[in-house]
């Protein structure tokens, strides 16, 4: 508990309920192992240009993709957008966020609804499943097309050697692996997740092509 000390209540309340999900043996819990971001380019990737990644490059494409999806995960997302955009405390942003996303297990399509989290100073940020949101004067609702769920993502690692950090808690009735496949798949292909991909040549101008 020693991490959340002094850090504004609200967070602090995510943290713990990201925590108490991820240790609640019902659930389902995912964590990909991390992405050594600038090893999986040289092995994996025929380059246009130089390019190697930092720490804070890392970082900023995961702020940026967390305000907006539909441009750094297309390939998740078909709708996407963020709101109410505003400072905590101690270096800590929240916002909230709606997207139509597929679903894990079938070919539905759905609303997904997250509470999101910036920490600046530790660079991690907690997307935060919810039923429901206000936006304005409407209360969106979720659709119940699959469980809700929290996820965590991170930029770890030295500056010059950044990883890339990621794992998911679904809260599911009673555990089930089944969720597990397409994130196994991602990890059996052994390249960069596509945001990191579509950051590299949005923002750096650099093409990539997989080996």
Known sequence: MSEITGLPSAYADALNEFENAWNNPRFTQIELPAVQVN?????????????????????????????????YIPYVVSEGGSWGRHPLADGIERWSRSSIQGSWLNVGRGRVLEDVFVDH???????????????????????????????????????????NLWRIVILT???????????????????LPGFLEIYIERELHVKLTRV
């Open 39 to 71: 090893k999986v380019l040289r092995e994996k990737y025929i380059a246009s240009g130089k390019v190697e990644l930092s720490r804070s490059m890392v970082w900023d494409m995961e702020t940026k993709k967390a305000w907006d999806p539909l441009t």
């Open 121 to 163: 100073v530790r660079r991690k940020i907690l997307f935060m499943g919810r039923a429901q949101l206000p936006r304005e004067d409407v209360i969106l609702q979720a659709d119940a097309y699959q469980p809700l769920f929290h996820v965590e993502h991170a930029a770890g690692g030295s500056e010059t050697d950044p990883l």
């Open 173 to 191: 009735e009673q555990k089930d692996e089944r969720y597990r496949a397409p994130f196994d798949e991602m990890v059996r292909q052994g390249t």
